[in-house]
């Protein structure tokens, strides 16, 4: 017989044992996999049972409820919708506001509250911008400038089956750095002049610094000649400063020259004497209004008698001769 014809002779226990093998690892893998898929349908079914899904949001508006000289208070609304049948936790809120690449600010608002059951929620993120802090890292953002800005938030939520998510964000926009108008005292055209009681016009001219309009509602002021008030008041007169450009305002006021003294006198020789503006005006911006200071002080002023033909009131122009 031929060495091929013989059989191969194998114990009858090692291959039992390689069946029990062969059927352990099987069993094994078959095991997993069946546990797997069956933990997979569970959650599945237990998703579309009772409606677990993601949230969303959106920004819905933001809002420039109060800008002045120092700093612009900016609120964003961002609106959230919840799908599920319990209430989320919105644990964080991270934010930044930049401008062409630049940081102008950030921060982390924790623990900001709980979105509704099935429900949509508006929240309201509150930011600041110092103009300050602004100005002093970028020195070549200038005051009455409009700055393009981008807001990036992230609400960071915790959601049943999937765990915590960061819901991100963007707004893009323009805020302005405010600069205050320049004032001066062109004429003062008296209406009545007596030393007991003198009504007078102050002539004012408004230079508009701002790469935008203002809209002028309304200016409290108060005057000063020779370190003497000659009148203080409120004026509702409407006008508009065109962007980087020049307007004139009239003001009433009443003094009683006798308080002055020899400074009057001086005034009136052309001697010249020191007067001083202060006050605020109110205006409307494309931001939302604003109240921005105006002052003028260290001028000094020579009052020359101009009457002319025709003239019912004396005008007297002011030669303002400030350092």
Same mark, same amino acid.
């Given at each position: 017989m031929a060495s091929s014809d013989n059989p191969d002779i194998v114990e009858r226990g090692d291959k039992e044992k390689d069946h029990k093998e062969d059927d352990k690892d099987e069993g094994k893998g078959g095991f997993i996999e069946k546990v797997k898929d069956f933990i997979q349908d569970v959650g599945e079914k237990i998703e579309e049972a009772i409606g677990?899904?993601?949230? /969303?949001?959106? *920004?819905?508006?933001?809002?420039?409820?109060?800008?002045?000289?120092? !700093?612009?208070?900016?609120? *964003?609304?961002?609106? *959230? !919708?919840?799908?599920?049948?319990?209430?989320?936790?919105?644990?964080?809120?991270?934010?930044? %506001?930049?401008? +062409?690449?630049?940081?102008?600010?950030?921060?982390?608002?924790?623990?900001?509250?709980?979105?509704?059951a099935h429900g949509s929620e508006t929240v309201k993120i509150p930011l600041t911008v110092i103009y300050d802090d602004?100005?002093?890292?970028? +020195?070549?953002?200038?005051?009455?400038?409009? %700055?393009?800005?981008?807001?990036?938030?992230?609400?960071?939520?915790? *959601?049943?089956?999937?765990?915590?998510?960061?819901?991100?964000?963007?707004?893009?926009g323009e805020i302005p750095i405010p600069y205050k108008p320049d004032i001066d005292i062109e004429k003062i055209q008296f209406k009545r002049f007596s030393f007991e009681e003198t009504v007078?016009?102050?002539?004012? !001219?408004l230079e508009n610094k701002n790469d935008f309009d203002l809209g002028i509602n309304a200016l409290d002021y108060e005057v000063w000649l020779a370190d003497v008030s000659i009148g203080a008041a409120e004026l509702s007169e409407s006008t508009k400063l065109d962007k980087n450009g020049i307007g004139h305002i009239n003001i009433p006021i009443t003094f009683k020259p006798k308080d002055f003294g020899s400074a009057l006198w001086d005034m009136i020789r052309g001697k010249g004497t020191g007067y001083t503006m202060k006050g605020n005006i109110d205006v409307?911006?494309?931001f939302?209004?604003?109240?921005?200071?105006?002052?003028?002080?260290?001028?000094? /002023?020579?009052?020359?008698?101009?009457?002319?033909?025709?003239?019912?009131?004396?005008?007297?122009?002011? +030669? +303002?001769?400030?350092?």
């Amino acid at each position: 017989m031929a060495s091929s014809d013989n059989p191969d002779i194998v114990e009858r226990g090692d291959k039992e044992k390689d069946h029990k093998e062969d059927d352990k690892d099987e069993g094994k893998g078959g095991f997993i996999e069946k546990v797997k898929d069956f933990i997979q349908d569970v959650g599945e079914k237990i998703e579309e049972a009772i409606g677990f899904g993601k949230p /969303t949001a959106d *920004v819905a508006a933001i809002h420039i409820p109060s800008i002045n000289l120092e !700093k612009a208070e900016i609120v *964003v609304d961002v609106l *959230v !919708k919840n799908p599920n049948p319990i209430p989320i936790p919105l644990i964080d809120i991270n934010y930044l %506001i930049e401008s +062409d690449g630049r940081k102008l600010v950030s921060g982390l608002i924790p623990d900001t509250g709980t979105i509704h059951a099935h429900g949509s929620e508006t929240v309201k993120i509150p930011l600041t911008v110092i103009y300050d802090d602004i100005k002093s890292t970028y +020195d070549d953002i200038k005051p009455g400038s409009i %700055i393009p800005y981008k807001i990036k938030v992230e609400l960071i939520v915790d *959601v049943p089956i999937f765990g915590r998510l960061t819901l991100p964000l963007e707004k893009t926009g323009e805020i302005p750095i405010p600069y205050k108008p320049d004032i001066d005292i062109e004429k003062i055209q008296f209406k009545r002049f007596s030393f007991e009681e003198t009504v007078a016009v102050l002539h004012l !001219k408004l230079e508009n610094k701002n790469d935008f309009d203002l809209g002028i509602n309304a200016l409290d002021y108060e005057v000063w000649l020779a370190d003497v008030s000659i009148g203080a008041a409120e004026l509702s007169e409407s006008t508009k400063l065109d962007k980087n450009g020049i307007g004139h305002i009239n003001i009433p006021i009443t003094f009683k020259p006798k308080d002055f003294g020899s400074a009057l006198w001086d005034m009136i020789r052309g001697k010249g004497t020191g007067y001083t503006m202060k006050g605020n005006i109110d205006v409307d911006t494309p931001f939302g209004a604003m109240k921005l200071p105006i002052s003028k002080e260290g001028g000094t /002023t020579r009052l020359k008698k101009n009457k002319g033909e025709g003239d019912d009131d004396d005008n007297v122009d002011v +030669d +303002d001769d400030e350092d």
